[in-house]
């Protein structure tokens, strides 16, 4: 895998010398689109193995195989005989003297600016983003000033010229992030744990906080900034959610943007021995927008939920700031301003022309479980939004008179529930009107990752054996022989690779299908038309099509504006009746892993019969372009070398992040 990872770098690394070439020539990539693809290649494939030697694409177009340094093939480097001696001081000089570049011979740009620009952006891109190490980027950079390209110099005088290779990362970002518009880092002390020691203690933290993003992008796009207000025809879903906060707050609603965050732990650090637990929000108009970093910080520096309720103690802060909408007047501790807040403290007291709350908290269960409490999937009480368990209210009656229909836990009630327990809520509940019904169940993680790979999975399982084959791997071809013809035609923009029998049931337990979320989401109608195919051949065959046939329901009223909520909760509420009724059959017949209900099942009617009704389509809270940020901050976030300690971790990514976003962007 890292083999592969590296190779694709090379690839990159050697397009963005064909770059630097085009551009000392002054040529336009604008205006011929055959030359780009070749600088674009790997930036479009950059999962397509490539091998180090095999042949390029020349300027012109012809076929060209590369042998010895590419810098020379390239012609980027002078000639033995005929290049002058560059002395260690003179290239270790950043300032002053006639080599104040760093070493670099001044001998002017040959690039126009449009290319130029273009070079930077690429370089800064792919060095943000942890494609290109600090090196390689100063090594582009230096190489194309050297040969007459514009655009990078300042890159190029990074690490006094290359001489303090040790420097490169930092003086790289502070090229980057010069004249960068967007507010500067919080520092707010919080707890860790020292993984050598295991040992907890206060290190000095940064932050992006919410409130002063806000207002920086209301300052410079005022008008757009009302797009992000609800109305009628803006995010019409959330203006009864929008209503209660300024009811409650004494707001007027006109002026109240609507927040969500996201949090999540995403694989970090080589061979995955870490994981990097993320804060992002957004605005909740538009769902799809980009999300905006709040901190971030590897799962081995966490000192447990102690680190977690400071860290969201500042993010309830900021929401209080929002809630009042002024500019604070003293740090989220109460404390006054540090040295490093001075230009906060010129700005206390400051109107910011809108208020802000958050109605949207998002994550998976297990996010939800250590973070805030909620009860696990295996504890006696399963859900925050009721009262079902495993006993005496059971979750897994889905009838209309089901006993945990009755047993709502609304407002506060929740939070009391656990101080009864001996635990105590989150610091994020310090947040102005959040409640426990704005933390939203995610589709993805319930049905993508939950019911739907139950459902498909025990669907398949019963159907492999009556396709025609002799064995029951060429029943399971013939069932992928199935699913093939069905992305022949639908065209899904996400498939399975493969089937295979273990994929379907491992031995010993129940039947679930073990796919990736966007696999199985896209089988979820290919399941309702193999369920109807055979639906002919007795009562239990009727009743396996007609849960998923109601599934597919669901699905359909997801993406489909406005959205059907009665439609949809009926459909749901049918799913799981039936899902339950087989597992009865089961049951009685000996069988005790079919059509298992689990406590997802009674977490998707939570979903479809409580939560979408309050907050709009599924579609609209669920965290698939959550986990793809995520992954993206893992890979920018990853150190190549040096120490790695929490703080250090954390302002390595957000000073990435600040330097790749555009400062007046909304």
Request: hydrophobic content about 40%; overall charge positive.
């Amino acid at each position: 895998m890292y083999q592969y990872v590296n190779i694709c770098a090379r690839k990159i690394y050697l397009d963005l010398y064909v770059y630097v070439v085009l551009n000392i020539t002054g040529y336009n990539f604008q205006t011929d689109s055959s030359m780009c693809m070749c600088v674009s290649h790997s930036f479009k494939h950059t999962h397509t193995p490539m091998c180090s030697h095999a042949p390029s694409i020349s300027a012109h177009g012809a076929a060209m195989v590369w042998k010895g340094g590419i810098k020379r093939q390239l012609g980027l480097l002078p000639k033995a005989k005929s290049a002058p001696a560059r002395s260690r001081s003179r290239s270790r000089s950043p300032r002053g003297g006639p080599h104040a570049n760093g070493g670099v011979p001044d001998v002017g740009g040959g690039g126009s600016s449009s290319s130029s620009g273009a070079f930077r952006s690429t370089v800064s891109k792919l060095f943000l983003s942890n494609v290109l190490s600090a090196k390689q980027a100063h090594e582009v950079a230096h190489t194309g000033t050297a040969s007459g390209a514009a655009g990078v110099e300042d890159f190029s005088r990074a690490g006094a010229g290359g001489a303090r290779p040790g420097n490169l990362c930092r003086d790289l970002i502070r090229s980057m992030l010069k004249n960068c518009p967007w507010p500067d880092v919080y520092w707010a002390d919080i707890p860790v744990v020292d993984p050598a020691t295991e040992e907890a203690h206060i290190v000095s933290f940064p932050f992006l906080l919410p409130h002063e993003v806000m207002d920086h992008m209301h300052s410079v796009h005022a008008d757009k900034f009302q797009e992000l207000i609800v109305s009628e025809q803006n995010g019409s879903h959330l203006l009864p959610l929008v209503a209660d906060f300024a009811a409650e707050m004494k707001l007027p609603a006109h002026k109240v943007v609507p927040i969500g965050l996201h949090g999540d732990g995403v694989p970090f650090a080589a061979k995955m021995r870490d994981s990097l637990e993320q804060f992002s929000w957004n605005f909740c108009t538009r769902p799809s927008s980009a999300r905006v970093l709040f901190t971030a910080i590897p799962k081995k520096f966490v000192a447990g939920k102690q680190t977690m309720d400071a860290i969201l103690a500042v993010f309830a802060w900021s929401m209080q700031m929002l809630a009042v909408g002024t500019w604070p007047a003293r740090r989220h501790t109460g404390d006054a301003w540090l040295p490093s807040d001075k230009d906060r403290r010129k700005r206390a007291g400051q109107q910011f022309g809108f208020h802000g709350c958050l109605i949207q908290v998002r994550g998976d269960w297990a996010f939800y479980k250590a973070v805030f409490n909620f009860p696990s999937w295996a504890a006696k009480s399963i859900c925050w939004r009721c009262e079902a368990n495993t006993s005496d209210i059971d979750f897994k009656d889905f009838s209309l008179t089901a006993l945990w229909r009755q047993r709502r836990l609304e407002g506060h009630t929740f939070l009391h529930k656990l101080r009864g327990q001996g635990l105590q809520p989150s610091t994020l509940f310090h947040s102005p009107g959040l409640k426990v019904k704005h933390f939203m169940i995610d589709w993805l993680h319930t049905v993508d990752l939950g019911v739907a790979q139950d459902a498909l999975g025990n669907l398949f399982h019963e159907v492999v054996g009556l396709l025609p084959g002799d064995t029951r791997k060429q029943r399971v071809a013939a069932l992928w022989a199935k699913m093939r013809a069905f992305y022949k035609v639908a065209k899904p923009p996400s498939r399975l690779n493969a089937l295979t029998e273990t994929m379907i049931k491992l031995p010993g337990k129940p039947a679930r299908l073990r796919s990736k979320a966007g696999g199985c989401k896209y089988l979820i109608p290919f399941g309702a038309a193999l369920a109807k195919e055979l639906s002919q051949g007795g009562k239990h065959r009727a009743t396996v099509y007609n849960p998923m046939r109601n599934l597919h329901e669901v699905a359909l009223c997801v993406p489909t504006m406005p959205y059907d909520a009665p439609r949809a909760a009926a459909a749901g509420r049918h799913f799981c009746l039936l899902f339950a009724a087989l597992e009865k059959e089961a049951l009685n017949s000996g069988n005790n892993r079919a059509w298992r209900v689990k406590p997802k099942l009674h977490l998707f009617a939570e979903l479809i019969e409580y939560t979408a009704p309050e907050a709009g389509s599924p579609g609209l809270f669920w965290t698939y372009l959550d986990e793809s940020w995520g992954g993206t901050l893992a890979n920018a976030g990853a150190r190549r070398r040096g120490p790695k300690f929490a703080s250090s971790s954390a302002m390595n990514l957000i000073r990435r992040y600040r330097a790749s976003v555009k400062g007046d962007s909304l």
